[in-house]
């Protein structure tokens, strides 16, 4: 397990959860991820065990649920998007539909992340096309979200934290 610490820019907002799956191998050019936290012209978020969550600063977060899905243009995600109120600092994603987990963006995180053996490139087709996916044969790229959870990548590679 890696225990990470993060903030948001101007350091109104501190926060530290466990994670089993700590490498940032995934990057995700939605459009959704590229405008609320971009960066690349992606963000890569991880996972962790939502009930670890010690947060500082709450007072200072704010949410944002995105309208705009695969499936349709006007749906709210149900997916809460937290950042600072004062630097706009995007620092995790928490969904209903997964109670037990948040997904940190790892541009949050002030611990030192592992470099992973290979870097996922999805959500390809709502790339900006100014934006260049490097690929190469340890690069898998997917047009959409793989079916491969975050939890059995990691296990899949002997990287899963216990």
């Known amino acids: 397990m890696a225990r990470l610490e993060g903030s948001c820019h101007c350091g109104a907002v501190r926060f530290s959860v466990?994670?089993?799956?700590?490498?940032?191998?995934?990057?995700c050019y939605c459009?959704?991820?590229r405008k609320?936290?971009?960066?690349?012209?992606?963000?890569?978020?991880?996972?962790?065990?939502?009930?670890?969550?010690?947060l500082e600063g709450a007072e200072n977060l704010s949410v944002y649920r995105a309208r705009g899905t695969e499936r349709d243009p006007q749906e709210l995600s149900p997916a809460r998007r937290h950042f600072c109120k004062h630097c706009g600092s995007a620092l995790y994603v928490a969904d209903p539909r997964w109670p037990?987990?948040?997904?940190?963006?790892?541009?949050?995180?002030?611990?030192?992340?592992?470099?992973?053996p290979e870097r996922a490139h999805i959500m390809l087709d709502f790339k900006a096309p100014w934006v260049e996916a490097p690929g190469g044969a340890?690069?898998?790229e997917f047009n959409?979200?793989?079916?491969?959870?975050?939890?059995?990548?990691h296990r899949t590679r002997g990287l899963y934290e216990t």
């Open 144 to 153: 959409k979200y793989p079916d491969q959870s975050i939890e059995d990548w």
């Open 100 to 116: 037990d987990w948040i997904y940190p963006f790892a541009s949050a995180i002030d611990t030192a992340l592992p470099a992973p």
């Open 138 to 140: 340890k690069d898998p």
């Open 31 to 33: 459009t959704i991820c």
């Open 18 to 27: 466990v994670s089993h799956t700590p490498q940032p191998y995934m990057r």
């Open 36 to 54: 609320t936290a971009g960066g690349g012209g992606y963000a890569i978020n991880l996972m962790a065990d939502a009930k670890t969550l010690k």
